[in-house]
């Protein structure tokens, strides 16, 4: 279902302030808590987040996976891609396991957070991003009963949060536009919808299958409309590849695993209107 107002969720943790410092000792203190349990020295779920100068967006993030409601054992595993701001300062604060790759580029960092990774399922997400409490049960679930059935990648849905120059309602009806060329795009290429901010697979058919291993790779908040020759970014070549080698790509549909992302993808494509045309042109008029 699309929503044209914000979960309660969400309203609630976009009223944390960003900065760690400007939340109060008792709730930083509680959160430290919260995220004790991603410490894990067997886990059986790895959620992989690449982070690059979000000292001022991670925590909203970080906030949302503490308070999940998963009894599977699961590490958090942060990539810090270079930053020069305080963000390994916040991991660093909050106990959150940190790896530094200083090749740059977003699939550089994944591969790293691949290979370091101790759990049998992968999930990725972004550092921008809000999961609902059900997510990682839901989605590695998925994974688990699809097992039979060679199910190696799963992906969910998602909705922009509203920014500085679009409402949530204006998002919600592009999202609603948005979901037919998700279908089609489901039903063709369905590697197109795996995103990193919200879809996961077995690890070692990730490793098996090289998966991140693109010729150019993505920076960070990168050019507008991504890869002019449509080929997928490297979490769509992930998929792709687990596809090729056999697998199954699963849609989970279900509201536990829709994320709330941040707009600044739609900002760097040039704003909403600008966006749509763009995806409208691409996927609807192309025959």
Not at 31 to 43: A, M, Q, Y
Not at 138 to 147: A, L, R, V, W, Y
Request: hydrophobic share 35%; proline share 4%.
């Amino acid at each position: 279902m699309i929503n044209l107002t914000l979960p309660a969720w969400v309203k609630e943790i976009l009223e944390k302030p960003l900065r760690l410092s400007d939340n109060s000792p008792a709730f930083i203190q509680e959160l430290k808590e919260k995220l004790k349990r991603f410490n894990t020295g067997n886990p059986v779920v790895s959620v992989v987040i690449p982070a690059w100068n979000e000292e001022e967006g991670i925590l909203h993030t970080l906030i949302s996976l503490a308070n999940t409601g998963t009894k599977l054992p699961v590490e958090l595993l942060v990539v810090d891609n270079n930053s020069t701001d305080g963000t390994a300062a916040l991991l660093k604060e909050l106990g959150i396991k940190t790896l530094l790759e200083t090749k740059q580029g977003v699939g550089h960092a994944r591969t790293s957070g691949l290979h370091h990774a101790k759990g049998k399922y992968i999930l990725t997400g972004d550092s921008d991003t809000l999961y609902p409490a059900g997510w990682i049960t839901s989605m590695t679930e998925t994974m688990i009963k699809g097992d039979a059935d060679k199910v190696y990648c799963v992906h969910g849905s998602y909705s922009f949060l509203p920014g500085t120059n679009t409402p949530r309602w204006q998002y919600g009806f592009y999202e609603i536009l948005s979901s037919y060329v998700i279908k089609k795009k489901e039903r063709t290429q369905p590697f197109l919808n795996v995103l990193g901010y919200n879809s996961g697979f077995i690890r070692q058919k990730g490793i098996d299958v090289n998966g991140y291993d693109i010729a150019v790779q993505r920076t960070f908040r990168g050019t507008a409309g991504g890869d002019p020759e449509g080929h997928a970014a490297e979490d769509g070549m992930m998929a792709l590849r687990l596809q090729e080698a056999g697998g199954k790509i699963a849609a989970v549909n279900s509201d536990d695993a829709k994320v709330w992302t941040s707009d600044r993808r739609i900002e760097i494509d040039g704003g909403l209107r600008k966006a749509l045309t763009l995806r409208v042109k691409k996927h609807l008029l192309k025959k």
